[in-house]
Nanobody
Framework: DVQLQASGGGLVQAGGSLSLSCTASGFTFDDYAIGWFRQAPGKEREAVSC????????YYADSVKGRGTISSANAKNTVYLQMNSLKPGDTALYYCAAAFLDCGGTDVMDYWGIGTLVTVSS
């Protein structure tokens, strides 16, 4: 069975940092791109960052550029998202998802994990 397990969410003060992890199983990790998405209450799910596992190409939404770093530990089938200088606007349920070969929007991701909640207090 395919599984994407996101973890690392929590409550953090504005200006703080958080590291999210996404561990995958049930598919060939190297053949996929892993993306992070988030959904705040009352808002649509949006892309945050993505990494193509085979070559390490990364993408960031403008809202997190300069504050977020995505990386992968291929031997552990795990992708990390380090978020710094967190703002209350970053508060959301964060999901990781997998897409075959390349990054894309919510409509092209093949597999989704259960989200992890990030709450940033002011």
């Amino acid at each position: 069975d395919v599984q994407l397990q996101a973890s690392g969410g929590g409550l953090v003060q504005a200006g703080g940092s958080l590291s999210l992890s996404c561990t995958a199983s049930g598919f060939t990790f190297d053949d996929y791109a892993i993306g992070w998405f988030r959904q705040a209450p009352g808002k649509e799910r949006e892309a945050v960052s993505c990494i193509i596992i085979s070559d390490g190409t990364t993408y960031y939404a403008d809202s997190v550029k300069g504050r977020g770093t995505i990386s992968s530990a291929n031997a552990k089938n795990t992708v990390y998202l380090q978020m710094n200088s967190l703002k209350p606007g970053d508060t959301a349920l964060y999901y990781c998802a997998a897409a075959f070969l390349d990054c894309g929007g919510t409509d092209v991701m093949d597999y989704w994990g259960i989200g992890t909640l990030v709450t940033v207090s002011s």
